[in-house]
């Protein structure tokens, strides 16, 4: 089946930097991407749909100059947590759909942030 | 956003035992899916059932779907404890470009 693949799978970071986590789907190409956020012990949040060659949507809440994303090429999207603080620490997982009307999505295994 | 609700929250059962989970949604839906997480992993798709669909099986898990009471069901049957791990309903509008939708999941336990 498909694969999307994330990196890193862990980084630890101090508060005040940017983190770049990188999303690639490995077998087929994803005009949209979409990253999640996961609090322990909470289900998976939707933050924003990357769209290839335009800008990302963001869901109500999140802000977009804290969490830049790019989709630069249709295997990879970005998402960088710009300025991190300990609140940000959290399980960043991306997805991508292999067509428009597909209906199936595949998950990256996810990027676990902790900000000291 | 989130527009799944599943119940129970948390479930405990012991090996053998059937478990059996509930999701409602609110909006219309092309199809509904089902996903297992273990503690700190990713997520694993389990099954998929479209709108038009009615019941599903696959191994040991029966899906089913009541479009009317926008509501479905996860049932693993003679369960593990390799089953032990948190299931989550995810809604798939089917418009282009969209994403899936997570309820806020339920934790098995099942213990030997």
């Known amino acids: 089946g498909a694969v999307v693949s994330q990196h890193p799978s862990r980084v630890i970071c101090k508060s005040g930097t940017s983190v770049k986590i990188e999303c690639r789907s490995l077998d087929f190409q994803a005009t949209t991407m979409f990253w999640y956020r996961q609090f322990p012990k909470q289900s998976l949040m939707l933050m924003a749909t990357?769209?290839?060659?335009?800008?990302?949507?963001?869901e109500q809440g999140v802000e977009k100059d804290k969490f830049l994303i790019n989709h630069a090429s249709l295997t990879l999207s970005t998402l960088t947590v710009t300025s991190a603080h300990p609140e940000d620490s959290s399980f960043y997982i991306c997805s991508a759909r292999r067509g428009q009307l597909s209906y199936e999505q595949y998950f990256g295994p996810g990027t676990r942030l902790t900000v000291t | 956003s989130q527009q799944g609700e599943e119940d129970p929250q948390a479930l405990s059962i012991q090996e053998g035992e059937n478990a059996t989970m509930n999701c409602s949604y609110k909006t219309s839906i092309n199809n509904l899916q089902w996903y297992r997480q273990n503690s700190g992993r990713g997520l694993v798709h389990l099954i998929l059932?479209?709108?038009?669909?009615r019941e599903k099986h696959s191994g040991r898990l029966r899906v089913t779907l009541d479009t009317s009471k926008k509501s479905s069901s996860l049932l693993i049957t003679a369960s593990r404890a390799a089953d032990t791990a948190s299931y989550f309903c995810?809604?798939?509008?089917?418009?282009?470009?969209?994403?899936?939708?997570f309820g806020k999941g339920t934790t098995l336990s099942v213990s030997s």
């Open positions: 059932i479209r709108s038009n669909e």
């Open positions: 990357s769209n290839e060659g335009s800008k990302a949507t963001y």
């Open positions: 995810a809604t798939d509008p089917n418009q282009a470009g969209t994403a899936l939708i």
